[in-house]
């Protein structure tokens, strides 16, 4: 059952992605995962043919479709797994903040470079000493006069090496109340006093430039900031919707790539004188993940429908980024018992996709915060 009315012109759409997809990105997956760093080039070329922020109306650059173009490119992204190209993290997380909360002047500068892709973005909240706990930031951001000067650092930041430009959350360092001291920022890569980290080593994720980002006396104008100061809380929490959308979509979609995966193994893979998908326990297993994957796929569409009609969903997004997590790292794992010592080759896409999906249920709001915050929709 399809919930999503997707057009010819989606189909056309999802079409042109995955010929590029396999031309232009599949052949240097390996190489980005080595170096741990996504080429700009591919980012770029993501943009020049429309693959990036596809929702963004034409005043900004954009080719002003609607949202599930980009849910096309989550799926397609997660068909393929490789999270270096965090497209989803880029149209459809970072660039909403800019497009709703900044400055005419700063829409018209900075929205057609996120489209084209000459303009990669990334989003720094977490901190070492504040990951769950938002508002215990300590990255202060001072006024003065027409100025803002930021000190602090930020870590674990996706796109943190190749980004062009920052939504960066910041406290100020007079207001007592932790969640209305924070604003947000937008910062150019390249102004004095910011620099970045290099990529981490890390479980999952590997093609990622995650990474720290460090201010210190660093100045950008007042102009800047988005919104009024102090409304930088609610602005992520405004948004948070479509981001754990984003992530949950991401971890469905990326079960069933792996299961489609699997399907495949085992219809060819012979043991004991037949298929392994011909083997009652295998063929158990495989359907058990494929009632699962359906069930919350048919969910996630829902969800996104809902979304896309403006619906508060909150619990229900935080179920869906708990719950389609957790799957996609279930699957993966069930998935390399049942493909065996093949999935055990670093050759195979399995551990790979293994190690990403492990990750998955930390990020956006680890799943425990998800199910706090479902506790609390609940009144428990
Ligand atoms: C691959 C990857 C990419 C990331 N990209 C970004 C990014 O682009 N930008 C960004 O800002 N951040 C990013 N992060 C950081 C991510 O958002 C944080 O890791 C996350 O918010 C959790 O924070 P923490 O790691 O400090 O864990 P902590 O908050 O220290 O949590 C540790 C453990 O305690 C539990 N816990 C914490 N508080 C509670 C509570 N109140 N109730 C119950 N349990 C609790 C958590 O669930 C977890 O199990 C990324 C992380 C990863 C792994």
Redesign the pocket.
């Known amino acids: 059952m399809e919930i999503l009315k997707f057009t010819e012109d989606h189909h056309a759409y999802r079409d042109r992605l995955v010929s590029f997809l396999a031309e232009e990105v599949v052949p240097l997956i390996d190489k980005c995962e080595a170096a741990h760093l996504t080429p700009r080039s591919m980012w770029q070329a993501m943009g020049e043919n429309g693959f990036l922020c596809p929702w963004l109306s034409k005043e900004y650059g954009g080719p002003g479709l609607d949202l599930l173009y980009s849910v096309i490119v989550w799926e397609e992204i997660a068909r393929i797994n490789f999270t270096g190209l965090a497209a989803g993290?880029h149209s459809d997380i970072v660039v909403p903040y800019i497009h709703s909360f900044a400055s005419e002047p700063l829409k018209q500068a900075y929205l057609p470079g996120c489209a084209s892709g000459q303009i990669i973005t990334?989003?720094?909240?977490?901190e070492p000493g504040?990951?769950?706990?938002?508002a215990s930031m300590e990255t202060t951001a001072v006024t003065q006069g027409d100025e803002i000067i930021l000190n602090g650092s930020?870590?674990?930041?996706?796109?943190?090496l190749n980004c062009d430009l920052v939504v960066l959350a910041a406290r100020n360092p007079d207001i007592e109340d932790r969640h209305k001291a924070i604003s947000l920022y937008l910062v150019e890569a390249g102004v004095p006093g910011f620099s970045k980290g290099t990529p981490f080593e890390?479980m999952?994720?590997a093609s990622?430039d995650?990474t720290e980002l460090f201010f210190s006396d660093c100045k950008i104008p007042v102009s800047h900031r988005l919104g009024n100061e102090g409304d930088g809380f609610l602005m992520l929490m405004q948004k948070l919707q479509q981001e754990r959308l984003v992530c949950a979509a991401g971890g469905v979609f990326g079960a069933r790539a792996i299961l489609d995966r699997t399907l495949d193994f085992c219809r060819t893979r012979t043991q004991a004188e037949k298929p392994l998908s011909k083997h009652q326990s295998v063929q158990f297993a495989l359907v058990e993940m494929e009632t699962e994957v359906e069930i919350l796929k048919t969910f996630a569409q829902t969800l996104i429908r809902d979304h896309m009609e403006g619906r508060q969903i909150i619990k229900e997004t935080s179920m869906a980024k708990y719950k389609m997590t957790e799957l996609s790292k279930r699957v993966a794992s069930k998935c390399l018992d049942i493909m065996g010592s093949e999935a055990a080759r670093e050759s195979c896409d399995l551990p790979r996709m293994f190690r990403d999906a492990r990750?998955t249920t930390?990020?956006?709001?680890?799943?425990?915060?998800m199910k706090?915050i479902i506790a609390k929709t609940l009144g428990l």
């Open positions: 993290l990334a989003v720094a909240m977490t504040a990951g769950s706990d938002v930020k870590t674990f930041i996706s796109n943190g890390k999952g994720w990622q995650t990750v930390i990020f956006a709001g680890t799943n425990e915060i706090s």
